[in-house]
């Protein structure tokens, strides 16, 4: 298949496309549910790995941004500074790394039946949407322990949590259509997310971030979505409008272009793969 072939979606009807997602809702619930419990069968802890990984990553940053190298924070305490920021980007970086090769893997049921390949990828990122609801449990006491109060700036998450959606869901359709034609993807994916956190505020804080850099420093979603999570439930502050809205072109931009290329790549998966 060659690159014009690829990236040719002038055919692709999104509306009919989404519908038949729609319709397919069942299918979707039940491969979701299915990968949660494959995820974490004859697994000793369980979900509790799900708080684990945030966890332990806010520990250790803790230890060393807070003790050694002493991170701002401004009136947060690094722990639940960081573990807004873990939280956001575990998310994100969980989403990506089991929906990229989602197809590749199940590779018989994509050649054999046919079904919206898009469940494939999408249960992906609700399975790690659930665990991130898991680790966030963890976030309430951690509130309380540190007391940390939430303002009604807090009802805003919602609105962040459907952007960070959004654009997830375009870089896991877009890399996973990808990853079936060019398999180097997989190794280029691990890579990638390391060096998209430290472009990201997960470790500090956004205010680091020389002036003259973040009109471009906030071109990257992440960055954006981030500061906002942090603004709302740490700061009681309004997020960064003008950012924020420009995050949301950008994420539904991805998301439109991505749905287009995926299902107007879909023709070949059966062949390919």
Known sequence: MTFKELTNTSVVHIPSAARELIEAYELLYTWARREFRIRYSQSLMG???AVLQPLALMVIFTIVFSRF????TGDAPYPVFSYVGLLAWTFFANSLTFAIPSLVNNMNLVSKIYFPREILPISSIMVAFIDTSIAAVLFIPMLIVY?????WSALLLPVILVVQIIFTLGVSLWAAAINVFYRD?????????????????VIYPASQVPEWVRPVYFLNPMAVLIDSY????????????????LAAVIAGAVLILAYRHFKGAERQFADVI
């Open 185 to 201: 993807v997989r190794f280029v994916v691990p890579l990638a997310l390391q060096i998209w956190m430290y472009l990201s505020p």
């Open 69 to 72: 190298l002493r991170v701002p």
């Open 47 to 49: 979900a509790a790995w």
């Open 147 to 151: 007391q940390v109060p939430v303002g």
């Open 230 to 245: 942090r603004r709302i439930l740490l700061f009681d502050q309004m997020p960064d409008w003008p950012f924020l809205g």
